[in-house]
């Protein structure tokens, strides 16, 4: 069965440090997307990434957040200068069309220290 | 806004009771997922829905488009089935907008 992929499982960071998350998607997915959950809350839509650049993102996604799909496969976040309340768990989606069936990833846990 | 609700946020019920979560969703929301959260915290897609009813082994979820309300249902509850189930929303935007969630507890 098709599944996406997250990578690290866990990662821990200094505070200021770059960090970055990587997702590969179900291959023929066309709509890619990153959600963050902080512990106990609940999941929050951060950024949507369709025909290779962003379609939509939530007001949690400033300037130190940036997303890329390098090489067609791998879609990556990217934390340009972490701070302690970025700590959460991070999850890719991919979705084959809009509206129907979401894939997740098992998610990345963010601790910023 | 796009907005979805979930109720109720907890739910512990005994083995094998009929279980029910409910969730309202605001006008802009056209397609309807439920997904299961494990207490390891990875997220598992269980149906999507724009219309009727669906079901999957002890799984049934149904939409009422007019009413703006989904259900999802577990028949013969089973203390594997804890975990928590979030009710998404997705629209003619981009993202999809999630419940808090409801954690369920299934005693044996």
């Known amino acids: 069965e098709p599944e996406v992929t997250q990578t690290p499982s866990h990662q821990v960071t200094q505070m200021g440090q770059e960090v970055i998350l990587r997702c590969v998607p179900i291959?023929?997915?066309?709509?890619f997307y990153w959600y963050r959950q902080i512990l106990g809350q609940k999941v929050e839509f951060l950024v949507s990434?369709?025909?290779?650049?962003?379609?939509?993102k939530s007001e949690i996604f400033d300037d130190q957040f940036s997303v890329e799909r390098p090489d067609g496969s791998n879609f990556t976040l990217k934390i340009r200068s972490t701070k302690l309340e970025d700590s959460a768990m991070y999850f890719c989606a991919s979705m084959g069309e809009m509206n129907t069936e979401a894939f997740f990833g098992q998610g990345t846990r963010l601790t910023v220290v | 806004k796009n907005e979805v609700e979930q109720s109720p946020q907890n739910l512990t019920a005994q083995e094998g009771e009929f279980i029910t979560i409910n969730c309202s969703y605001s006008?802009?929301?056209?397609?309807l997922h439920w997904l299961q959260q494990h207490p390891g915290g990875g997220i598992v897609s269980l149906f999507m829905?724009?219309?009727g009813k669906k079901k999957h082994g002890r799984l049934i979820a149904t939409i009422n488009i007019q009413e703006k309300h989904s259900s999802l249902h577990i028949t013969a509850s089973h203390p594997r089935d804890s975990a928590v189930y979030i009710c998404?929303?997705?629209?003619?935007?981009?993202?999809?907008?999630f419940g808090k969630g409801t954690r369920l507890h299934i005693l044996p």
């Open positions: 829905l724009s219309s």
């Open positions: 291959s023929n997915h066309l709509y």
């Open positions: 006008v802009g929301i056209s397609a």
């Open positions: 998404a929303g997705g629209g003619r935007d981009d993202k999809i907008i």
């Open positions: 990434f369709y025909n290779n650049e962003i379609s939509e």
